[in-house]
T-cell receptor
């Protein structure tokens, strides 16, 4: 079993729809969870971080964490073509001032078509 | 760039050649990490340094070497022992969740 597994893509949604990206993980000691967006040829860009069970909203993005079920998800509301990118789920065993090693999933390619 | 710079943007390596990738930060962070990304995959940890003059192997250190003589700098050398070096290399100070712009290494 991979340490971090993301739903296989590519995922295609129409403009204005909700895109749902999922990630499961195996290490119950994980404390910090991140979603990165990566455009082709660019480095990953942090879009959401979540540390506690429940939902965290930031604009059109909502991250959901369920530590008991070991999954974290990202919802993108009112999807735009500019959201088309690869989304990477990452987690760390540490929190606080230094996150240490990040463990990544393989990424999910999202395409938002007009 | 969030205070993290990497150079060059593209690097070409000939067979049997060692090449060095630069990572510099002006964030005054103690720790710096190097990751590698292969097409269609997530990032994997190569080497990391928690403090000046100290560094540790990550998950895929074979064929790589590093030094940490200054707090601001953490260069990564891809040696001739690394048989499959073509990848996107990213530097990250773990006190942030941000990455440098990356170096794409290609083999001639």
């Amino acid at each position: 079993q991979k340490e971090v597994e993301q739903n296989s893509g590519p995922l295609s949604v129409p403009e204005g729809a909700i895109a749902s990206l999922n990630c499961t993980y195996s290490d119950r000691g994980s404390q910090s969870f991140f979603w990165y967006r990566q455009y082709s040829g660019k480095s990953p860009e942090l879009i959401m971080s979540i540390y506690s069970n429940g939902d965290k909203e930031d604009g059109r993005f909502t991250a959901q964490l369920n530590k008991a079920s070991q999954y974290v998800s990202l919802l993108i509301r009112d999807s735009q073509p500019s959201d088309s990118a690869t989304y990477l789920c990452a987690l760390a065993n540490a929190g606080g001032t230094s996150y240490g090693k990040l463990t990544f999933g393989q990424g999910t390619i999202l395409t938002v078509h007009p | 760039d969030g205070g993290i710079t990497q150079s060059p943007k593209y690097l070409f390596r000939k067979e049997g050649q060692n090449v060095t990738l630069s990572c510099e930060q002006n964030l005054n962070h103690d720790a710096m990490y190097w990751y590698r990304q292969d097409p269609g995959q997530g990032l994997r940890l190569i080497y990391y340094s928690q403090i000046v003059n100290d560094f540790q192997k990550g998950d895929i250190a074979e064929g790589y070497s590093v030094s940490r003589e200054k707090k601001e700098s953490f260069p990564l050398t891809v040696t001739s022992a690394q048989k499959n070096p073509t990848a996107f290399y990213l530097c990250n100070p773990p006190e942030t969740q941000y990455f440098g712009p990356g170096t794409r290494l290609l083999v001639l």
